[in-house]
């Protein structure tokens, strides 16, 4: 199975909103509801933000939002912050009863 | 709380298997409401799904290494375990181990695995 798409860096101005996508099939994250993004800072374990495309597990910020459309989903963070500056990878279920994780995003704060 | 935590042995030699067991506090890992999960990351590098045991014992693996990834579970002291043989230097990551439920919501704090004679 092939890793999902994202693009390597994205960056933005604190304040200001960023959008990261996650490209898939239709076997994966075109398929299922089941998408999934995580944050990881350095040396840390990923943490997850949204679960089901859309949804904030109980503490994140309403900051971060999740949507998908088609074959691609997407994270956006508004109202970007120091600290959102991180790795963040998406992940999808799969046809096959599978998982599978994106190919990661770099998020810079300038 | 639950907790995962997943020490593991630090330094495998090629060709031989490589071990972990997570062990889960403050929760059952017979929850039917869960599945329990292994994911590495290579140095430097992206996450890469191994594979997900449920506590019945039924697996499901990543096409790619499913040769060589066995996962087994035990109840009676709250672990799931990987198995990872004929390993090579390609090997070399942080494993965690992981709850999830369509998605992944407990992470284990990952242990770094070297391949290396």
């Known amino acids: 199975q092939s890793a999902l798409t994202q693009p390597a860096s994205v960056s933005g101005s604190p304040g200001q909103s960023i959008t990261i996508s996650c490209t898939g099939t239709?076997?994966?994250?075109?398929?299922?509801?089941?998408v999934s993004w995580y944050q990881q800072h350095p040396g840390k374990a990923p943490k997850l933000m949204i679960y089901?495309?859309?949804n904030r597990p109980s503490g994140i910020s309403n900051r971060f939002s999740g949507s998908k459309s088609g074959n691609t989903a997407s994270l956006t963070i508004s109202g970007l912050q120091a600290e959102d500056e991180a790795d963040y990878y998406c992940?999808?279920?799969?046809?096959?009863?599978?998982?599978?994780f994106g190919t990661g995003t770099k998020v810079t704060v300038l | 709380q639950l907790h995962l935590q997943e020490p593991g042995p630090g330094l495998v030699k090629p060709s031989e298997t490589l071990s972990l067991t997570c062990t889960v506090s403050?929760?059952?890992?017979?929850?039917?409401?869960?599945?329990w999960g292994w994911i590495r990351q290579p140095p430097g590098k992206g996450l890469e799904w191994i594979g997900t045991?449920?506590?019945?014992?039924?697996?499901y693996y990543n096409p790619s290494l499913k040769s060589r990834v066995t996962m087994s579970v035990d109840t009676s002291k709250n672990q799931f375990s990987l198995n990872l043989s004929s390993v090579t230097a390609a090997d070399t990551a942080v494993y965690y181990c992981?709850?999830?439920?369509?998605?992944?919501?407990?992470w284990g704090r990952g242990t770094l695995v070297i391949v290396s004679s």
């Open positions: 045991i449920y506590y019945s014992g039924n697996t």
């Open positions: 992981a709850r999830h439920q369509g998605y992944f919501d407990l």
């Open positions: 239709s076997s994966d994250v075109g398929g299922y509801k089941y």
């Open positions: 992940s999808s279920f799969t046809i096959s009863s599978t998982y599978v």
């Open positions: 403050g929760g059952s890992i017979s929850s039917s409401s869960y599945y």
């Open positions: 089901d495309v859309s």
